[in-house]
């Protein structure tokens, strides 16, 4: 399979199995794949734990359309980005671990760009609420304590 | 489920709700990612309220390395304030394209004399030198400096070393009878005297380069002056002056203003003849390497009708425009024409000018760029030695 395979396309098969062939100037867009690709510990067929599919796909599509734009004008670059990373909260985790696991900085960058958007202009319950999944009940009733810390089990 | 429940001598919020976590919640994500996250916010937001949120944001808002982190991100505006009592101070952010004007709530005693990386120094009623953090109201004292103050002088420089998190204080002074400039420093917190710094490397012994105070850029400080041919900069790391050449121009009439854009610092030469910038940047400063950027033309007839001029002409090729800024990475030019009179916003793109304010109804303010509120710690009190 890997001979028909041009000289410079690898294979990443994400945590589900799929296997998507991409160009390694893409794929090198993490460092951590970079990294492999030096040390030429990697075979054709890099495998990528802890990423699904679906998010692979994701971060394959963001990579390539960076990879493409390099000459481009960078305004467009902007609103693909602001598209990119607009969707619900937990895709955007998900794509946030990704990104930090496999280190693509630009992505990274992005994503976490806005997030702290999402976060701007909300009070501290609403950010609770929001982003640490706090129940209603469980702010109304720890109102009194507002300015002592509210410890929590994060694990 | 029993919140503020007292355990082991300390107020805790036990919660019963750990089995039901859900997924789509910030803390699943480990430490680092929220570190980036939340260096993406404005400083006074975090400080406000953002560190509230629980605990481990606290951790992460008053670590060092966050700090240093959040001030790489946050974009610089200027800071205005009242000449006079109640010396009200406001922060104007360019940030955006559209102009953001915010009060910032601390009563100065006096005038703020320098700005640096959310730090402001200014005098006390007792004569005291002050460095402040106007946003987590910390300050320390900077030991006293021995003066006899004359003609604008000894004047303050304040700046941020960002590797090693100190702030500097500089004061430049002509003592009376003498002819040469003298430059000391000291790091409050750290020093306990002002400490001369050499200036025998200068091509001019007397350095009345000096004179005019300095614009900082990414931990350098440049002087420039109409009369001299060099620009002399003084690298706050390593506490070393040097010296390199203006941006070369034809000879004519011309004055130069050094300002700060984005991460460099920047050289507009006006010429007096024709109401012309022409902006050089400083590509690199160690070679003293300069860039033309662009030429700016200046409308002088037409704002004269729209009213951003409306001062009769006192001699012809008048210097109106004093430039005092960039903003939005060098696209706005912000420029104060004909005191007193407005602040004037021209988009170098677009060509378009605008007026962003006037402040002469309560007395001239005095602008200062280089401000952006910040996190940045001072040593709590001087260690004795």
Known sequence: MSSSLE??????????????????????????????????CASNTIPVPNVDANILAMVIEFCKKHDESEAEAASDLKTFDSEFVNRGQEALYDLITAANFRDVKELLDALCQ????????????????????????????SNFIWNIWCDRDFD | MNAGKVSNGRVSCTRSCSNKKKKSSIPSLPNEIIFCILAWLPADILYSSIRYVCRQWYNIINDPIFIKEQLLRCTTGLFIQQKRTPYRAQFVDFGKMNVALTEVNVPFPNTVLATCDGLVLFRDKQDTLHVANPLTKQSLIVPPFDCH??????????????????????????????????????????????????????????????????????GLLYWGSLCFRCVVAWDIESEMFYEFPKPAVQSKPCIFHFVPMAKSLSCLVWSI???????????????????????????????????????????????????????????????LSETPGHYVAHYVKTGETLIVGSYDEDGWPRFRSNFAYSLVLLPSRLERP
């Open chain 1, 114 to 141: 806005n997030v702290a958007e999402m976060i701007k202009g909300k009070s501290v319950h609403h950010i609770r609420i929001q982003f640490l999944g706090y129940q209603l009940f469980e702010i109304l009733t």
């Open chain 1, 7 to 40: 000289k410079n396309m690898l294979i990443l098969r994400s945590s589900d199995g799929e296997e998507f062939i991409v160009p390694e100037v893409v794929a090198v867009m993490s460092k951590a794949i970079k990294n492999m690709v030096e040390d030429e």
């Open chain 2, 149 to 218: 103050p004359s003609y604008g002088l000894p004047y303050f420089s304040l700046v941020y070393a960002r590797s090693t998190m100190e702030c500097k204080v500089l004061c430049i002074d002509k003592p009376y009878g003498c002819d040469v400039y003298k430059c000391m420093m000291i790091t409050p917190g750290k020093d306990h005297a002002w400490k001369l710094i050499n200036t025998n490397t200068f091509s001019d012994p007397t350095c009345r380069i000096f004179h005019h105070p300095p614009v900082f850029v990414e």
């Open chain 2, 273 to 335: 003849l024709q109401a012309v910038f022409d902006v050089f940047v400083l590509s690199d400063p160690m070679s003293g390497e300069w860039r033309k950027l662009y030429k700016i033309e200046l409308d002088v007839q037409k704002y004269r009708l729209n009213g951003i001029l409306n001062k009769p002409v006192s001699w012809p090729g008048q210097n109106y425009f004093v430039p005092f800024a960039w903003a939005d990475n060098g696209e706005v030019f912000l420029c």
